[in-house]
Structures are given as C-alpha cells and as structure tokens.
C-alpha cells in the first residue's frame, strides 16, 4: 500500500508588496504606499497534484505564479521546493531547480522571440542548462511527440508567424516540458487562443500531466477550465487565499 504523496512545494506566510507611485501627500506624510499583491498565503502541493489558482483581476494569481517559480522575489516567507527554500537560491542551485520548474505563458505570440526558428525557440532551456548540442534533436523530438507534432522537421525551420496559435501553443508547452521537469506553472495557458483549439491544447496538458506525474498550478479565472484540469482549487482574493479545496466543492458553491 503506498502512503499519501508527499508535499512538493510548500508555501509558507508568503507575501510581495509593490511599491506604488508617492503623490506629495505622501511625500510630505513619509509614506511608502504598497500594493499588497500576495499577502500572507500558506499552501502545499503534493506531488503529482493538479491545483487552480482562481481569482478576478488583479487578485494576485500572476504575482503568485512568479513566486512559486522564482521570477521574482518575495517580499516576505518562503517558498520550499523539494524542502528547500527557493527564495534563496543563487548559482548552481538556482539552475537546478530551474530545470525541474516550467512556466507555460499565457500568450503564445509573445512567448517565442519572432526572429527565432521554432527549433532555435524550442532548445532554447537546453543551451540555458549546458545540455550538449548533440542531444538538442532527440530532446526536441521527444518534447513534440508529446505535444502531437510528432513531426519536428515540418517545424523546424519555421518562424512563430507561420504557424497557427494552436501550434504555437503546442510549442511552448513542449518548450516548457524539453527538460522533462516535474513542476510546472501554467498561466491562463488558453485564453489567447480560440475556443475551437482549447479542448485539443487541455487535452495534451492532462496526457502529459498524467504520463509525466507531474505537479501542476493551472492559473486562470476561468472556473471551467479549471474544473477540467484541477482536483483541487485555491481561490484568492486581494492577495490573500480565501478558500482551498476540492474543485468539486468549489463549483457546486463558488
Ligand atoms: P490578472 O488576472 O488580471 O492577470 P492577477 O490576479 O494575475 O490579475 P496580478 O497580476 O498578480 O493579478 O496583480 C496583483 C496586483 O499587483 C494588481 O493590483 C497589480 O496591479 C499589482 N502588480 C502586479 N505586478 C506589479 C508590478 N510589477 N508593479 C506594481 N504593481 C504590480
């Protein structure tokens, strides 16, 4: 009989405030004001978990997803991944855990650089973590057979412009997946796109999720998608988490 997965990400009093613009009041009153993106948020992920962050606009999801992959800095608590805390992470370490967590952008026509070919776009976390440039090809043929586009050399040589938001889209999920990591932080991965190729890009995301074990946050504000993709759902509010469970219990009383 196998135990309760253990906890992968544990995120413990997190807070990042952002500095606002001083007007002469606060000038004058020695004030610093600040927007409270992330206020106080605790939460762990188990491993091979999925999870949504919900929330409306400007509830601090976005903040939370950099956070959670060391794009930016907090302004208080820690982050731990595997047990150590990410915030303070510098050098070797730092690549290391980069190649373990993966973000997915939200926007796929801005995700890759226009002036790169697909191939060029697609190793690019490879060259990042000094993979040697012989393997470049069995890693990008790997990556895009799980995305379904078993075809790398109709690709290739290709610019972003070429391809369709669907096949962008496919991309820069096996982009993020090339190192094979097991976290990933998917931020609104389909809302650019048009409702007709969702379905088919959720769909890949819950094969991989589900054929690499991997631990998954899914941000959106999209109860739908969501509900999905996600066993569980972290809703916030105003930087601070204000209701965390099954996605179930979530859609019957939101
Ligand atoms: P959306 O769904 O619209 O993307 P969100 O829930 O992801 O919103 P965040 O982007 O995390 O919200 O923003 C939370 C708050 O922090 C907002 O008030 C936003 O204006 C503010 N904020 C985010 N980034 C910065 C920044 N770099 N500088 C100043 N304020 C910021």
């Known amino acids: 009989m196998t135990g309760p997965a253990a906890n992968l990400v544990e995120v413990d009093g997190l807070t990042k405030h952002f500095a606002m613009s001083r007007s002469l009041a606060d000038f004058a009153a020695g004030r610093r004001p600040v927007v409270r993106a992330v206020d106080g948020?605790?939460?762990?992920?188990?491993?091979?978990?999925?999870?949504?962050?919900?929330?409306?606009?400007?509830?601090?999801?976005?903040?939370?997803?950099?956070?959670?992959?060391?794009?930016?800095?907090?302004?208080?608590?820690a982050v731990r991944f595997d047990g150590v805390d990410i915030t303070t992470l510098k050098g070797p370490d730092l690549l290391a855990f980069r190649m373990q967590a993966q973000l997915v952008f939200q926007n796929p026509f801005d995700a890759l650089n226009p002036r790169f070919t697909i191939f060029r776009a697609l190793t690019e976390p490879l060259v990042n973590a000094k993979v040697p440039q012989e393997?470049?090809?069995?890693?990008?043929?790997?990556?895009?057979?799980?995305?379904?586009?078993?075809?790398?050399?109709?690709?290739?040589?290709?610019?972003?412009?070429?391809?369709?938001?669907?096949?962008?889209?496919?991309?820069v999920l096996a982009r993020a997946l090339i190192l094979e990591p097991n976290f990933v932080v998917a931020d609104e991965p389909v809302s650019m796109l048009d409702v007709s190729v969702r379905a088919g890009i959720l769909n890949v995301m819950r094969e991989v999720r589900d054929t690499l074990g991997l631990t998954a946050v899914y941000i959106s504000h999209d109860l739908a998608l969501v509900r999905y993709i996600c066993e569980r759902t972290i809703t916030m509010y105003l930087g601070i988490v204000v209701e965390d469970g099954p996605t179930e219990d979530v859609v019957r009383d939101p």
């Open 135 to 171: 393997e470049h090809r069995e890693h990008a043929l790997k990556a895009m057979r799980r995305v379904h586009m078993p075809d790398l050399d109709q690709y290739a040589e290709k610019f972003p412009h070429q391809l369709s938001g669907g096949q962008l889209q496919r991309i």
């Open 41 to 77: 948020v605790s939460f762990d992920l188990r491993e091979g978990e999925s999870v949504g962050i919900l929330g409306e606009s400007g509830c601090g999801k976005t903040t939370m997803g950099r956070l959670l992959l060391k794009l930016i800095d907090p302004t208080g608590g």
